[in-house]
């Protein structure tokens, strides 16, 4: 697959960010990502020819990074949150009926590439335990159920919402270009916070 | 009175609060505008005085920390903000950006003015799209009313701000991992020193700080120090947040003053889930040993943790109640290790799989008590053995473990096989049985 002149520019901006230009690896890896769902080949040889890199030092830094895939992954990457705390409040009964009901397991990609499933570590959001991500999005307080009727609503192209995020659920190319800082222009949808995160705030103006 | 503090939280109640006009409307950059009248030097006196130590866990007095940035060098300055929020039951600082990014922009320009900084960073964890998006936009609206970029306020200050997403290494939460991180190698620790504070982003003077604590500082600044000195304990000064998790009724975000105990925020959380009882909990996050019901009374600032033989961490509150296997949550926390150890230092490379394949037997009942003997000895050969502390961490849990709990893991080898029943532990322990 080839870049596009349009491509092109979005990288030379994103290395224009940096005092050096080395600093733009990750988000160009983010970028490679967003025009061709993994780091392949060709995007390695363009980004190590960008910084003026050999190409081993690129893929050094990106098979570093567990957010890098060096295969595709599905249009909608399902992580589910295994990591102590997630684990032990259900995230490891969701990953199993997951993984069974998809057929797949870890790392896994289902045979229509929509969906691929990891096992995630700790995300940042114990207080919506057990959490699973969705191209990186928070999908709060799962069960078993909730991630089956999410995983075939993506299959059938009608994936749920977000519980923090924008109104729709976007792809995981799409989530990829704003990781390299693409605006897609969606941080004004959804809540500021969600229930636990204001629980402390409602507390205090009660008195208590 | 309310035993809770709502500063950095006060307004995530408001639908628009994320935006600079909700920050505005509630007092927002008046600060930044106060601190650009201060000489630098004062800006720094100030946050001395205040007291503010860092949020991000090991506690740093956080002015002093900038008084390190040498002055008139000649070198360029950065502000690097560690927004790579990642040790595991912390989840503090992804709703504080979600809900309020513009206090951390705005700190972020209070900072750099103070140690002559003209570009800042912040290094946000790579897997949370919809916070990137709020803290891009954020910057994005800064730059646009003219708080960022060139001349700001017609000050004569220049500041560039750039947000640099990871890519899912634990380790780049680590300071030293987290500067060759952006500066795009592998995110590895460098051995010190020299500190940031002397050779620290492309080898200039550099100040790595959290995100809590940077976005504490334009209420410092707004407020003064005496109203920040009057929360807190005699060396843990303000307000915090807490973030409770697990087997509570009602988990979530508690801001408070440093000193609160677990029993206060237990009782806010509507106490453990029902019919259960507190078993073990974490102060600030997986590397820090663990306590038990008789530490529901110790001060959760940085002294009282310390005392009881702990961390005050990232006051991540993990709360665990009887129905957990205290040697499964162990090793699903080495296995955190094992999988984010980076490999530079041999000692966490290979003791970190050997501690989980340890753990695996024990868990599983296989062994003998000279097992749990060798498990203690591996961990004396990894903790403090590494350029970083994520060795140390790795120790923390089965260390003080085995202090509270070592008579479960010998139930373990008596028995042959795990005492406990997983299902019971799940919040959805009813539907599923």
Known sequence: MSYSTENIAIMDSIIARYPRKRSAIMPLLHYVQAIEGFVTPEGIELIAEKLELETAEVTAVSTFYTQYKSEPVGEYHVGVCINTLCAVMGGDEIYKSVSEHLGIGNDGVTEDGKVSLERIECNAACDYAPVVMVNWEFFDNQTPQSVKDLVDGARNGNPPAPTRGPKSLRTWKQNSAVLAGVSDGLAGEGVSAGEPSKLGLKLSKEGK | ?433
């Open chain 2, 1 to 433: 009175m309310s035993k809770l503090s709502p500063v950095l939280s006060a307004h995530w109640d408001e639908a628009d609060s994320f935006t600079i006009d909700a920050y505005r409307r509630n007092g927002g950059y008046k600060a930044a505008k106060t601190a650009l009248d201060m000489d630098p030097d004062a800006v720094i006196q100030l946050v001395k005085d205040s007291g503010l130590r860092g949020r991000g866990g090991a506690g740093f007095p956080t002015g002093m920390k900038w008084g390190f940035i040498p002055q008139n060098d000649g070198k360029d300055h950065y502000l690097v903000v560690n927004a790579d929020e990642s040790e595991p039951g912390t989840c503090k600082d992804m709703p504080l950006l979600m809900a309020n990014p513009h206090s951390l922009v705005e700190g972020i320009i209070i900072a750099s003015y103070a140690i002559r900084a003209n570009y800042a960073f912040i290094y946000l964890r790579g897997e949370v799209v919809h916070v990137y998006r709020r803290v891009q936009q954020a910057i994005a609206d800064a730059y646009a009313a003219g708080l960022l970029g060139k001349n700001i306020n017609g000050k004569g200050f220049d500041l560039e701000l750039v947000l640099h997403a990871g890519a899912g290494a634990y380790i780049c939460g680590e300071e030293t991992a987290l500067l060759d991180s952006l500066e795009g190698f592998r995110g590895q620790p460098r051995l010190r020193p020299p500190f940031p504070a002397i050779a620290g982003l492309y080898a200039r003077p550099t100040v790595v700080n959290n995100v809590e604590s940077i976005a504490s500082v334009p209420a410092i600044i707004a407020n003064g120090t005496e109203w920040f000195q009057s929360m807190g304990t005699e060396k843990s000064k303000g307000f915090t947040l807490y973030s409770l998790s697990g087997h509570v009724k009602n988990p979530g975000q508690f801001e408070a003053p440093l000193g609160i105990t677990l029993r206060e925020l237990l009782e806010m959380a509507g106490g453990m889930r029902e019919g259960h009882t507190l078993k073990f909990w974490t102060p600030g996050g997986s590397s820090t040993p663990m306590f038990t019901q008789e530490h529901l009374d110790v001060p959760l600032d940085y002294e009282g943790v310390g005392a009881a033989g702990s961390m005050l961490g990232t006051k991540a509150l993990q709360i665990f109640d009887e129905t957990t296997c205290v040697v499964r949550a162990v090793l699903r926390w080495t296995e955190f290790y094992k999988h984010e150890s980076c490999g530079k230092c041999t000692p966490c490379r290979e003791g970190t799989w050997w501690l989980v394949q340890a753990l695996k037997e024990l868990e599983a009942g296989r062994g003998t008590s000279a097992d749990l003997d060798k498990l203690l000895d591996i961990v004396d050969n990894i903790a403090g053995r590494s350029f970083c502390a994520l060795a140390d961490g790795a120790a923390s849990p089965i260390v003080s473990s085995m202090k509270h709990f070592r008579e479960e893991y010998q139930r373990h080898l008596d028995l042959g096989s795990c005492p406990f029943d997983p299902i019971a532990s799940t919040l959805f322990a009813g539907a599923l049985s």
